[in-house]
């Protein structure tokens, strides 16, 4: 099987690559920065951006399966430039990435293309599973015009499966990597009140979800890519603290503290979604690291 992986070199693309090429498939992978031509030849690197036009299309015409990672982190302050970045980096590649499966001739494809768990908007303890409908702010508009981008491919006979993440917790990148560099500091605490609801996910089950995803053709539609047990903000930082042994100095950052400093982005932190995968879960998928405890101990472990 033909693998073409949007955003492939990113933090979650490469981890992505990896397991899809331990299994025996072919991977492509687009992204704006390729340091050097693969040596394996199951694997191929494409230099490109991919909210242009351009010949990496080719390689989807050509693909079996096409997973879109790529976009712009939403992780910073959101000026009027940087939203601009996050909308068009989803919107347009995602667009083309649909033109491309639109050439495609006389073969089936399946489009897994990414949303995050921010869709929903921000719901209190409300338990949210794939049938609750979207929310109004920022990022839930976004993943409306994301998604509504993505399924458009179905009218050229793709099977389109939109994966809504959790925040990704792995190893040399991400959300994580940000959180225990402050806990070190003794800066480890809650944001505003800690009751705030985190919805998260382990690299290593998130890349074994989408490969489960990608041989599951039984499965289309949105699926909650995210752990069973999500937590609240002031357990995975005391959890954090617990797998670096660290102490904590500052007791808790106010959420008037944060705003002036995060902006608009600053309800990412202190608001959230109790968000849980109902649909992997019906279908009887099994998580490596269901609890934020075991996932924290498997990264951050010294061994």
């Known amino acids: 099987m033909r693998v073409v992986i949007t955003g492939g070199t990113g933090f979650i693309g490469s981890k992505l690559t990896d397991r899809l090429l331990s299994v025996g498939q072919k991977v492509v992978a687009l992204g704006r920065q390729v340091s050097q031509a693969s040596k394996n030849p199951d694997l191929k690197y494409v230099q490109c951006d991919t909210t242009l036009p351009?010949?990496?299309?080719?390689?989807?015409?050509?693909?079996?399966?096409?997973?879109?990672?790529?976009?712009?982190?939403?992780?910073?302050?959101?000026?009027?430039?940087?939203?601009?970045?996050?909308?068009?980096?989803?919107?347009?590649?995602?667009?083309?990435?649909?033109?491309?499966?639109?050439?495609?001739?006389?073969?089936?494809?399946?489009?897994?293309?990414?949303?995050g768990v921010g869709y929903y908007g921000f719901h209190d303890d409300e338990l949210i599973d794939e049938s609750v409908p979207p929310g109004s702010d920022f990022l839930a508009q976004l993943g409306i015009r994301w998604e509504s981008a993505a399924k458009l491919a179905e009218e050229f006979g793709a099977r389109v499966v939109i994966c809504r993440f959790g925040v990704v917790m792995g190893k040399n990148g991400g959300a994580l990597q940000q959180l225990t560099r402050i806990a070190k500091l003794g800066m480890g605490c809650q944001l505003g009140d800690g009751n705030q609801w985190f919805t998260w996910i382990h690299q290593d089950d998130l890349a074994d979800i989408l490969e489960y995803l990608i041989g599951n053709n039984s499965i289309s539609g949105p699926v909650n890519v995210a752990a069973p047990n999500p937590v609240r903000n002031k357990e995975l930082m005391q959890s954090i603290r617990r797998a670096l042994k660290v102490p904590l100095l500052l007791p808790r950052v106010p959420g008037f503290m944060i705003r002036p400093i995060a902006g608009e982005f600053a309800d990412v932190l202190l608001k959230g979604q109790r968000v849980i995968p109902m649909v992997l879960q019906e279908n009887n998928y099994k998580f490596k690291y269901p609890s934020i405890e075991k996932a924290l101990e498997s990264i951050l472990s010294k061994k």
Not at 83 to 101: F, G, L, M, P, Q
């Open 54 to 115: 351009g010949e990496w299309q080719d390689e989807i015409k050509q693909a079996d399966v096409v997973v879109n990672l790529a976009g712009a982190s939403i992780f910073q302050r959101w000026t009027p430039k940087v939203k601009e970045i996050i909308i068009s980096s989803r919107i347009k590649t995602t667009e083309n990435v649909v033109s491309a499966i639109g050439d495609q001739k006389d073969q089936a494809i399946t489009l897994l293309s990414v949303d």
